[in-house]
């Protein structure tokens, strides 16, 4: 459903939502790395992934419609060489390897949670760091 196209499920969501910044970190926690064990219950998953959401991004209530607006920017990033070979986050593509920088320009914070895997021989090394800063002057 998260991974294989041709899974029953995997419809069951837009490509759209699949790009959304929730379903991104929901599908990374879920696919784990190499030593991930099987688990019955979705709910361990949906609450770390409610919670590192709301830790990552801000969310504030517009006065007038009451609606909720999401105020923080993601973006999704890769740096390349002059080659186009791919150095940042990881020098190898996988779909466990990733960088998000996330801007919240009204608080002027901006945190970057990325993640690599590398291959060892039979083992993968993963690499997760999550850098927060808070700065109190412009962040341009």
């Known amino acids: 459903m998260l991974l294989l196209e041709d899974s029953d499920n995997y419809e ?18 879920c696919l784990g790395g190499p030593v ?4 019955d219950s979705v709910k361990p998953y949906l609450d770390i992934t409610k919670s590192l959401y709301r830790d990552l991004v801000n969310v504030q209530k517009d006065p007038s419609t009451k609606k909720l607006l999401i105020t923080s920017l993601v973006f999704s990033v890769t740096a390349y060489d002059k080659d186009r070979f791919p150095i940042y ?9 990733f960088a998000y920088v996330v ?3 009204l608080k002027r914070h901006v945190s970057v949670l990325s993640h690599k895997v590398a291959v060892f021989g039979n083992f993968l090394k993963r690499h997760v760091s999550v850098l927060s800063h808070k700065h109190g002057g412009s962040i341009w």
């Open 12 to 29: 069951e969501y837009t490509d759209d939502e699949r790009n959304e910044f929730l379903f991104r970190l929901f599908k990374h926690l």
């Open 36 to 39: 991930c064990q099987f688990e």
């Open 89 to 97: 986050p990881g020098d190898k593509e996988h779909e466990q390897t």
């Open 103 to 105: 801007i919240d320009p």
